[in-house]
């Protein structure tokens, strides 16, 4: 139905993943990662799953952002490879 | 969370979008029967509310809204609505979370209807609380969390 | 080793690729998961919730119906699953004040 919309949203979701897997500072890594919660939520959405959708949103780009946050800022900052 | 000096614009903001947050997630709650939404994501919505004063805020301004000692409690208040609704259902004569039996002398459909709005409150409440504790155990004993 | 982790995710995403292939489209009425009769000939279960969601309790979400009514069980033992792991964390990470005795 929307297929043009899901192509789009297909290639922003893989290149935030990649991008969260690649880069060395972690909190850009969780920036990312709150990024790409959102766009799968987005996709959720198209596909018609309008409360799993909202579930994603909320928890992935929400509040598991704001618990990566804390446990980077109690360990050390930068991945060591 | 972690910093002494207060960013003035960061502080007033969060003070000025937290309770239109928290607004949101009750009505996201309380309008579950009519709309996408429930206790599930309303309670997280309350929990991002409330962290977001923790985050901003640092702690001494952040426990004049929500106590740490507050989470646990809260968290097990919302279980409790939960276990007890389904429990006065099966003290009244019918299953266990058979919410038609529960005494409120109205007919069937609309007596199941209050059980649900019922349970999504508990489960808002559990939802809230537990998250806002984790949070607060993470950062137990840090200097100035 | 992170050419060992490209060559890995390439070879899963074959994988899920090659799995999806079988699978019926989105949407698809003639579905065996969307379809009112089962293969086995009676009535499905999304057939009885679409009927009867509305009328058997006056809410118009279905799908907090069945997460909240007629799955009860399945959302207590999720608040369950949340409550202990809430009680882990205070467990693990709070610091016992009172029974403390060595300085750290």
Known sequence: MHWQLEIVFFIVLITTAFIALDVKNLLVAVVTLSVFSFISALLYIVMGAVDVGFTEAVVGGGVSGILFIVLIFKTSRRSSD | ?145 | MKYVNYLILVVFAGLMIAASDNLPNRGDANAPANREISPAGSKGAAYYYIQNSKTDSNTDNMVTVILADWRGYDTLGEETVILTAGLICYLLLRKRRKTDDTKR
């Open chain 2, 1 to 145: 969370m972690t910093r002494k000096d207060n960013n003035p614009i960061v502080s007033l903001l969060s003070r000025i979008v937290s309770p239109f947050i928290m607004l949101f997630a009750l009505y996201v709650i309380f309008h579950g029967h009519y709309s996408p939404g429930g206790g599930f994501q309303g309670g997280t919505m309350l929990a991002a509310a409330v962290l977001l004063i923790r985050l901003a805020a640092g702690r001494e301004i952040s426990q004049l809204q929500f106590k740490k000692s507050w989470g646990t409690p809260v968290g097990s208040v919302g279980v409790f609505i939960y276990f007890f609704t389904g429990f006065l259902a099966l003290l009244m004569g019918g299953n266990y979370l058979d919410y038609s039996f529960l005494p409120l002398g109205l007919e069937a459909p609309v007596t199941r209807g209050w059980g649900i709005l019922s349970i999504e409150i508990g489960v808002g409440l559990a939802v809230m609380g537990i998250l806002v504790a984790i949070y607060d155990d993470l950062l137990e004993g840090e200097p100035n969390d």
